[in-house]
């Protein structure tokens, strides 16, 4: 059969239409294409474990094969093509063939491709990329521990990464920016040599900080690989001194004892006073200065001087010794009993007195009693004497006097007075003024004449009571003794009497005997 003649060009431009066309009449059945086999892209870490699969969503009984980067082919359905014992088949089935490679290595890296013999054969191909792990980092640049205000420069390396890795620096929890990383290629091999610097200035803060390397990188968890630095910083004392306690006081022993926080440990301490020398019975004895018997001569600025060999600092204390009766008062009344307070100034100090309410108003009562039967005695009462519990407060008061004696005996608004300073309870450990202050009383106490009025009114109405009850007893038993039938002389005679009369002159035989018949009723 025999073509038109036509020219080169026109036959060349032909062709190249026709192809074009088979070309994107191919891609449009590819994508639609039910035999077309499907995969995907894995990364995985060296020493691994990595799954491919290969799927299609249709099956035509073809068989699907695996090939590794040099076309070598690896599974062939259930065949294994390639003797190589990290391959192994994970699934086999018309429309899925998945394998597995384990204890990858680099070299396992590359394009792995999928086929399915149809007419034509189809292909798809998945990129498995090895991610070299980096070892774990190295810090190196300080051995030996630096002086304060000194600077230090650090080294962190990690080898062996790919992609290259990033490295990190912290202070605690603290991250510092060091310089940029320096990354060098591994000769014949694909991984990579990282490197970083960080340089500090030090102070005595940063002594036994940790300073930490970290490693960034995809085949690792976050802080997965670390390296820790101590740093060690040298720097003079810093002195403190402790006093044995805070009230040194005349006559006792005392101590003050010198601190010198510093590294190294302090080496030497010495101690002086200032302005003076050291009192002959103060001895310092290395950290310490010991005071067998404090006097009010020793007063004075003590001054602790320490060295480690770094530096030297100097730190001071003040004493100031007290008398031996001066003691700290601290008064705390309980919340479940209520307590009156008294103050009195007097020329050294002030005390401050607190009387418990209840053995106020014992005392009261027993002052009201006395008013009113001044011949009786009251024993004290028993709850008081036989218990063995002190009261909360001991206190004593110098004087409590008025300013004006009372014009009646007794004040009502006031606190009773007495021949006698002071009352004491030797069994319970409670002493009492008795003495009146002025314008000062118990708010628990009878305060005002009404109330003493209506107290002495109630006491008189008591005690005539009292009288009439005993005189209806004592009447009472005497009617009882005297009840009864009485035989008297004019029962003599009787029988034969007309009348009463004539019965008594008839028992005694007329008048000479009427003197002794008479009765008297007392």
Same mark, same amino acid.
């Given at each position: ?196 610097? *960080?340089?500090? %200035?030090?102070?005595?803060?940063? =002594? $036994?900080? #940790?300073?930490? !390397?970290? @490693? /960034? ?71 310490? *200065?010991?005071? %067998?018997?404090?006097?009010?001569? =020793? $007063?004075? #600025?003590?001054? !602790?001087? @320490? /060295? ?88 004593? @008061? /110098? ?124």
């Amino acid at each position: 059969m025999a073509f038109p003649s036509a020219p080169a060009p026109l036959w060349i431009a032909g062709l190249m239409t026709l192809a074009f066309a088979a070309a994107v009449h191919s891609n449009v059945v590819f994508d639609d294409d039910p035999l077309q086999p499907v995969t995907s892209d894995e990364m995985v870490s060296v020493g691994g474990t990595v799954k491919l699969t290969c799927r299609v969503a249709e099956s035509d009984n073809s068989s699907l094969q695996w090939s590794n980067t040099a076309q070598q082919t690896l599974y062939f359905g259930e065949k294994r093509a390639l003797r190589d014992n990290r391959i192994q088949l994970h699934r086999s089935t018309p429309t899925e063939l998945s394998i597995t490679i384990s204890e990858v290595q680099l070299s396992d890296e590359g394009e792995y491709t999928c086929s399915i013999f149809t007419m034509p054969v189809r292909t798809a191909r998945a990129t498995v990329t090895v991610l070299g792990v980096p070892g774990k980092p190295h810090i190196s640049g300080v051995e030996n521990p630096v002086q304060e205000g000194g600077t230090v420069t650090l080294t962190c390396t990690s080898t062996g990464s790919k992609p290259p890795a990033r490295l990190h620096w912290f202070r605690g929890d603290e991250e510092l920016e060091g310089r940029p990383d320096v990354v060098e290629s591994v000769p014949d091999e694909p991984t990579y040599n990282v490197s970083n610097e *960080l340089t500090l %200035e030090v102070s005595r803060s940063d =002594d $036994n900080q #940790v300073i930490t !390397c970290a @490693v /960034d990188h995809p085949s690792l968890a976050p802080g997965d690989k670390r390296s820790e630095h101590v740093l060690r910083v040298l720097y003079s004392p810093n002195v403190q001194i402790l006093p044995e306690s805070d009230l040194p006081r005349e006559g006792e022993k005392f101590h003050l004892q010198c601190l010198g926080n510093s590294n190294p440990e302090p080496s030497s301490y010495s101690w002086e006073k200032k302005d003076g020398e050291l009192p002959p019975l103060a001895k310092a004895n290395g950290a310490f *200065l010991r005071f %067998e018997m404090l006097n009010k001569s =020793d $007063n004075g #600025v003590y001054l !602790c001087f @320490v /060295d480690n060999g770094i530096g030297s600092s100097v730190g001071e204390y003040t004493l100031l010794v007290q008398d031996p009766d001066t003691t700290l008062v601290s008064a705390t009344s309980s919340p479940t009993s209520p307590s009156s307070s008294l103050a009195t100034d007097s020329a050294s100090s002030s005390t401050i007195v607190e009387l418990s309410s209840a053995t106020f108003q014992s005392e009261s009562t027993t002052m009201l009693s006395n008013d009113l039967f001044p011949d009786l005695t009251f024993a004290p009462d028993s709850s008081h004497t036989s218990s063995p519990t002190p009261p909360p407060f001991t206190a004593s @008061v /110098d004087a409590w006097k008025p300013s004006s004696p009372c014009p009646s005996s007794p004040c009502p608004s006031s606190l009773p007075t007495s021949s006698t300073s002071s009352v004491s309870d030797s069994q319970n450990g409670l002493f009492t003024s008795t003495e009146a202050a002025e314008n000062i009383a118990d708010p628990t106490a009878m305060s005002t004449s009404s109330g003493v009025d209506h107290a002495v009114i109630g006491g008189v109405v008591a005690v005539i009571v009292f009288i009439l009850l005993c005189l209806l007893i004592v009447l009472g038993r005497y009617l009882i003794r005297h009840k009864g039938t009485y035989l008297t002389h004019e029962a003599k005679g009787s029988d034969d009497a007309p009348d009463a009369d004539t019965a008594i002159i008839n028992a005694e035989g007329g008048h000479s005997g009427a003197e002794d018949k008479k009765e008297y009723f007392i």
